[in-house]
Protein backbone atom coordinates (compact mmCIF):
# COMPACT_ATOMS: atom_id res chain seq x y z
CA UNK A 1 0.00 0.00 0.00
CA UNK A 2 1.41 3.07 -0.76
CA UNK A 3 1.11 6.64 1.35
CA UNK A 4 -1.22 8.02 -1.25
CA UNK A 5 -3.70 4.85 -0.98
CA UNK A 6 -3.64 5.67 2.95
CA UNK A 7 -6.90 8.25 3.95
CA UNK A 8 -6.00 10.43 6.80
CA UNK A 9 -9.37 12.07 7.92
CA UNK A 10 -7.97 14.35 10.51
CA UNK A 11 -4.87 15.55 12.10
CA UNK A 12 -5.41 17.12 15.70
CA UNK A 13 -3.33 18.33 18.65
CA UNK A 14 -3.74 19.82 21.62
CA UNK A 15 -1.71 22.81 22.85
CA UNK A 16 -1.87 24.47 26.21
CA UNK A 17 -2.42 28.42 26.33
CA UNK A 18 0.03 30.29 27.98
CA UNK A 19 -1.13 31.53 31.21
CA UNK A 20 -0.75 35.10 29.74
CA UNK A 21 -3.06 34.59 26.75
CA UNK A 22 -5.55 32.46 28.36
CA UNK A 23 -9.00 34.27 28.80
CA UNK A 24 -12.59 33.77 30.13
CA UNK A 25 -15.84 32.93 28.29
CA UNK A 26 -19.52 31.97 29.70
CA UNK A 27 -21.62 28.83 28.59
CA UNK A 28 -25.23 28.54 30.39
CA UNK A 29 -24.36 30.72 33.49
CA UNK A 30 -21.06 29.48 34.04
CA UNK A 31 -18.06 31.45 33.70
CA UNK A 32 -14.96 29.21 32.16
CA UNK A 33 -11.06 29.72 32.22
CA UNK A 34 -9.51 28.63 28.81
CA UNK A 35 -6.46 26.76 28.83
CA UNK A 36 -6.47 24.41 26.13
CA UNK A 37 -6.25 24.40 22.25
CA UNK A 38 -7.58 21.81 19.99
CA UNK A 39 -6.70 22.34 16.72
CA UNK A 40 -7.25 20.50 13.42
CA UNK A 41 -5.52 19.92 10.33
CA UNK A 42 -8.61 20.40 7.77
CA UNK A 43 -8.63 18.40 4.41
CA UNK A 44 -7.63 21.48 2.23
CA UNK A 45 -4.89 22.43 4.45
CA UNK A 46 -6.33 24.86 6.65
CA UNK A 47 -6.48 25.25 10.53
CA UNK A 48 -9.59 24.89 12.35
CA UNK A 49 -9.67 25.50 16.55
CA UNK A 50 -11.48 25.29 19.97
CA UNK A 51 -10.76 26.29 23.26
CA UNK A 52 -11.27 23.90 26.11
CA UNK A 53 -11.18 25.01 29.82
CA UNK A 54 -12.49 24.78 33.17
CA UNK A 55 -15.38 26.60 35.19
CA UNK A 56 -13.44 29.34 37.69
CA UNK A 57 -15.91 28.32 40.08
CA UNK A 58 -14.28 25.26 40.65
CA UNK A 59 -15.55 21.41 39.36
CA UNK A 60 -15.10 19.60 36.48
CA UNK A 61 -17.40 21.12 34.12
CA UNK A 62 -18.88 19.73 30.70
CA UNK A 63 -16.22 19.19 27.77
CA UNK A 64 -17.60 22.35 26.04
CA UNK A 65 -16.12 23.92 23.36
CA UNK A 66 -15.43 27.88 22.84
CA UNK A 67 -14.72 29.66 19.63
CA UNK A 68 -11.50 30.83 19.65
CA UNK A 69 -10.99 34.54 19.71
CA UNK A 70 -9.67 36.28 16.61
CA UNK A 71 -6.19 37.51 18.29
CA UNK A 72 -3.03 38.25 16.57
CA UNK A 73 -1.12 36.52 20.16
CA UNK A 74 -3.50 33.73 19.80
CA UNK A 75 -3.25 32.78 15.75
CA UNK A 76 0.50 32.66 16.14
CA UNK A 77 0.01 30.54 18.64
CA UNK A 78 -2.39 28.39 16.98
CA UNK A 79 0.20 28.26 13.58
CA UNK A 80 3.38 27.59 15.39
CA UNK A 81 1.94 24.54 17.17
CA UNK A 82 0.58 23.51 13.95
CA UNK A 83 4.11 23.74 12.74
CA UNK A 84 5.74 22.37 15.86
CA UNK A 85 3.45 19.34 15.45
CA UNK A 86 4.53 18.89 12.22
CA UNK A 87 8.08 18.31 12.87
CA UNK A 88 7.21 16.04 15.19
CA UNK A 89 5.54 14.12 13.74
CA UNK A 90 7.50 13.72 10.76
CA UNK A 91 10.50 12.29 12.92
CA UNK A 92 8.11 9.73 14.37
CA UNK A 93 9.79 6.34 15.12
CA UNK A 94 6.52 3.96 14.53
CA UNK A 95 4.70 1.76 17.45
CA UNK A 96 6.06 0.34 20.51
Known amino acids: MSDDEVEVSALAINVTIPE ?40 RGAYTSFRVPDEPEIIELIERAAGRAGTLWSGHRGLG
Do not use: C, I, S
Open 20 to 59: HLRWTDQRRDVEFRLTTLNVRMLPDGRLAAKAYGRPTGGG
